[in-house]
């Protein structure tokens, strides 16, 4: 019998569920909690639905999966340790502008 492999995109964006476990883990932790800005971050789910997140939540999502990680499953040590790295950046970088 042969199998016929169909092929699939790749995925590039974030799902539903993974950016909301990346949302909680954030709003969780308290240091992390004030680089969280408004959930103006449309992300649609499979159904069609649409949910607002976080766009700083949105991103840390995306660089876990660009670095070849689940969202939804990576070590919370590890969500964080990505966040540091992308908000850190950000809130030094408008420190900047403000002085």
């Known amino acids: 019998m042969k199998v016929i492999r169909r092929w699939r995109r790749k995925r590039t964006e ?3 569920r ?3 476990r990346v949302q909680e883990v954030l ?3 308290p240091a ?3 680089w969280l800005g408004p959930k103006t971050a ?3 789910s499979r159904s069609g639905d649409l949910a607002l997140f976080s766009p700083e939540a ?5 660089a876990l999966m660009a670095d070849r990680c689940n969202p939804e499953r990576v070590a919370l040590r ?4 990505v966040a540091v790295r992308l908000l850190s950046k950000k809130d030094s970088d408008d420190a900047k502008v403000v002085a």
């Open 78 to 81: 590890q969500v964080l340790a």
């Open 58 to 62: 949105v991103a840390v999502a995306e």
């Open 18 to 20: 993974e950016v909301n």
């Open 32 to 34: 992390a909690r004030h």
């Open 42 to 44: 449309p992300v649609r």
């Open 27 to 29: 709003e969780r932790d």
């Open 14 to 16: 974030p799902t539903l």
